[in-house]
């Protein structure tokens, strides 16, 4: 088997999502093809797709100026698999509150971007998430708040009765980053989870 595993690479935390996406591939016996992603045209040679934490207000401008943005749309339209992660949920969002986000609509929630991290800069807690066998380490940085989730979307997690992993679709999005630790189960979750379109 051959997988392209797209990473957007505009802005953000790129190198540690390669980590991660290699080794869960490895864990199915794939060795992947990773692309990072700074222009248009690459996206439709990719099999899934990952949106990284950083700054959410910049990676969506040049998500928009490279045209990488209806890329993504047409990715997660034909029900490829997209992990977001932090900036990348904000991204990803149907409404992340704040006009200086041009976000994508892929996910049917709505965020108050830097909610957790206006309690606590950054933490780490052990997160039970749906489907993974054993709490995640998560690590919190400056994140998102999730706070409205539609009718479509599965709450995978929740910290102080507050959701903070979600699927819609093919889309799974954390306000965490799974990157930042040795344990890619998040990522094999998302992204080789042959049930994600139940
Ligand atoms: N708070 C940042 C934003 O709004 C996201 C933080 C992160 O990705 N670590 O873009």
Redesign the pocket.
Known sequence: MTLTAGIIAVQ??VSEHETAIRRAANRHGVDPDVREIRTSGVVPDCDVLLM????????SRLLQTQGIDEEIETHVGAGNPLLA????L??ASRD?K?ER?RSLDLLDVTID??AF?RQRDSFEAPLGITGLDGPFPAVF????LIDAVGSGVSVLAEWDDTPVAVRDGPVVATSF?PELTSDMRVHDLALFDAERSE
């Not at 990284?52 to 990676?59: K, N, V, Y």
């Not at 992660?85 to 990348?88: E, K, L, Q, S, Y």
């Open positions: 953000g935390d990284p934490g950083g700054e959410s207000t910049t990676i992660t932090c900036a990348g904000i991204v992340p704040d986000v971007r830097n991290g940085i400056r994140a998102p980053h």
